[in-house]
């Protein structure tokens, strides 16, 4: 199989930003991978710059420069690494995020949808002893894999909310009928806005005869539940 041939107009853009010193701009080009040397030469410009080309895909051709970036001193910096969906194929680089002393860089680490084949770390960050860890975790869509850890999360206050806007809610009956019982009606109301009520029947028959009046009417102007009702009053395809 041949690689694909380089347009040689991206090769002159590349050069031209280069050449006059854009070199944020250069470190957001989705093909500075053609140049793996200047990614190397980036990781030792400003702030900016460096956080631009962590959050970069095309950074993975440079195993060495996604090194010096994973143990950079700006918070910023890691953190827009760990967000990167391409650091996934770097075993090692994910264990350093993991286990990196700010819980923002974790934070960012939690919400990579690619952490699927990483069930330890996955673990690991569901324990973390900062709470906002948790909370981006559960935002993640790979924990679709895990309920044992969305059933942990559904009983903790703060990290119950982010279940409450997950769009495969509907996976997890028990855990929508869990949500739909809080006593705290922003709760229930986030609940009633959620296109994925209307694939849990029994919590959406609960939140339809909610005593809080504004939950009744979030859940009846829910585009998904109308198109529900409508489906059911008219069944003909």
Avoid at 22 to 40: D, S
Avoid at 90 to 102: F, G, R, W
Avoid at 151 to 161: D, G, I, L, V, Y
């Amino acid at each position: 199989m041949t690689n694909s041939p380089v347009d040689p107009l991206v090769i002159i853009e590349l050069t031209n930003l280069k050449a006059t010193e854009k070199f944020e701009e250069l470190a957001k080009h989705p093909a500075i991978g053609l140049k793996p040397e200047w990614i190397e030469e980036l990781t030792h410009k400003g702030v900016a710059v460096r956080k631009a080309l962590a959050a970069n895909p095309a950074i993975k051709v440079a195993p060495k420069a996604i090194k010096r970036i994973r143990k950079d001193n700006s918070v910023t910096v890691r953190s827009a690494l760990a967000s990167n969906k391409a650091v996934a194929a770097l075993p090692e680089v994910i264990q350093a995020l993991a286990a990196d002393k700010d819980p923002r860089v974790r934070s960012s680490l939690a919400k990579n949808p690619e952490l699927t084949n990483y069930p330890d770390i996955i673990q690991v960050l569901s324990a973390d002893e900062y709470g906002h860890v948790h909370i981006a975790l559960a935002q993640n869509p790979c924990l679709a894999d895990y309920p044992e850890i969305i059933e942990a999360f559904a009983k903790n206050a703060h990290t119950s909310r982010t279940l409450a806007i997950r769009q495969d809610l509907d996976k997890y009956p028990d855990v929508a009928a869990q949500l739909v019982k809080s006593g705290d009606w922003s709760m229930r109301f986030v609940l009633a806005l959620n296109p994925a009520i209307s694939r849990c029947p029994e919590a959406a028959m609960k939140l339809s005869k909610d005593r809080n009046k504004s939950i009744r009417k979030a859940l009846a102007s829910n585009p998904a539940v109308k198109a529900s009702e409508a489906a059911k009053a008219d069944p003909t395809p």
